[in-house]
């Protein structure tokens, strides 16, 4: 599906470009500083707020109406691209659906002869964990880092008068790769600008590898205020958040409860909870590949936490209907 080795002014087609990585992936093409692609965004509703706010930061983008659950909406999409970045939304659509739709896409991305297929993430899900059960989690077949901006989410810590307290179920030594949104767009952007480099390789695009003590630690850096961090079990996680998110309602969102195939929010997060507590290993390499892509971008959490002014709380409005 190579061919032609020179992605300069190709059109590159973004799934889920109204979505919180596709958004850092149409920005990270539209402001390639040397290159000029055209871009075009999947999109089930070209009037929504999301694809006006993409629209209106990004007007040379185009869209295409159609959903990538159907064959329709998948020709239509592909017509005249050369490259697709490929995600699928597994909250949306499903793990059944999730593994059909992937095959089938590449199927057809074959016959409406696109140069390029990219998967989001690297590596699987659960695979190099000897697809125990006990990992096994409704994200994407194709994993990748956690989005930095999680920590003003899902991880953020509680905060009293002592100040900041991270309370998750990993150990002290366990390591979340920690990846802030733009990274997604930053290492596209290159991919594109290197296929000799990047085309049948896995990318990462440089995490943070940090422990919640270090994670605490940059915190109470960047605030002046005490932040540490305490593990606790799973159940008692589920527990503290069930306030914001009902850890027994099932996934894909809107799914049948008495569809087998679907998750609770509590077996999925439970499930990719376990991943990262078995996690010690920090992956420097990545770490250092991700300095080419962006040299400029910020070298350690805390810098990163300085340049997005994140403060214990939420910084950006990911995920606001869930
Ligand atoms: N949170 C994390 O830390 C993290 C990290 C890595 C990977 N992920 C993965 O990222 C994925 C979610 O992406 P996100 O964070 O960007 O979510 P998001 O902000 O909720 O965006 C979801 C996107 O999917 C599109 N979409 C959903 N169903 C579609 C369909 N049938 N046809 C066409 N487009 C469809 C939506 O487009 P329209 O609404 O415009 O149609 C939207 O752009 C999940 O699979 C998750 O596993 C999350």
């Given at each position: 599906?190579?061919?032609?080795?020179?992605?300069?002014?190709?059109?590159?087609?973004?799934?889920?470009?109204?979505?919180?990585?596709?958004?850092?992936?149409?920005?990270?093409?539209?402001?390639?500083?040397?290159?000029?692609?055209?871009?075009?965004?999947?999109?089930?509703?070209?009037?929504?707020?999301?694809?006006?706010?993409?629209?209106?930061?990004?007007?040379?983008?185009?869209?295409?109406?159609?959903?990538?659950?159907?064959?329709?909406?998948?020709?239509?999409?592909?017509?005249?691209?050369?490259?697709?970045?490929?995600?699928i939304d597994s909250f949306n659509v499903g793990e059944p659906f999730e593994y059909f739709w992937t095959f089938r896409a590449y199927e057809i991305a074959v016959q409406s002869k696109l140069k390029w297929f990219i998967f989001a993430g690297a590596g699987d899900r659960y695979g190099k964990l000897?697809?125990?059960?006990?990992?096994?989690?409704?994200?994407?077949?194709?994993?990748?880092?956690?989005?930095?901006?999680?920590?003003?989410?899902?991880?953020?810590p509680t905060e009293n008068e002592d100040g900041f307290i991270f309370?998750?179920?990993?150990?002290?030594?366990?390591?979340?790769?920690?990846?802030?949104?733009?990274m997604y767009g930053y290492r596209l952007q290159w991919a594109l600008a290197h296929p000799e480099e990047s085309i049948g390789k896995m990318l990462s695009a440089g995490p943070f590898f940090v422990t919640f003590p270090e994670i605490a630690a940059a915190l109470q850096q960047v605030t002046g205020k005490k932040a540490q961090f305490k593990s606790i079990t799973?159940?008692?996680?589920?527990?503290?958040?069930?306030?914001?998110?009902?850890?027994?309602?099932?996934?894909?969102?809107?799914?049948d409860p008495t569809d087998p195939t679907s998750f609770t929010f509590r077996k999925s997060f439970g499930a990719w909870w376990n991943i990262w507590k078995e996690q010690?290993?920090?992956k420097i390499e990545d770490m250092a590949w991700a300095d080419e892509v962006y040299p400029e971008r910020p070298r350690s959490l805390k810098e990163w936490m300085q340049t997005v002014g994140y403060e214990g709380k939420q910084i950006v409005p990911l995920y606001e209907q869930s």
């Open positions: 599906m190579v061919g032609d080795m020179s992605f300069e002014n190709a059109r590159v087609l973004v799934f889920g470009g109204t979505g919180a990585q596709g958004r850092s992936i149409v920005q990270g093409i539209t402001l390639a500083r040397t290159k000029r692609y055209r871009v075009s965004v999947l999109t089930r509703n070209k009037n929504s707020t999301q694809a006006a706010a993409l629209a209106s930061s990004f007007p040379d983008v185009q869209f295409v109406e159609g959903s990538y659950t159907t064959e329709e909406g998948l020709r239509n999409a592909f017509a005249n691209q050369d490259v697709v970045y490929f995600s000897g697809m125990d059960e006990k990992y096994r989690n409704s994200h994407n077949i194709v994993s990748s880092g956690v989005y930095a901006e999680m920590l003003g989410i899902l991880l953020r309370q998750n179920p990993v150990d002290d030594d366990s390591v979340m790769p920690l990846l802030p949104l733009e799973t159940s008692a996680w589920m527990e503290a958040i069930s306030g914001h998110v009902d850890p027994d309602r099932r996934l894909p969102r809107g799914a010690k290993e920090k």
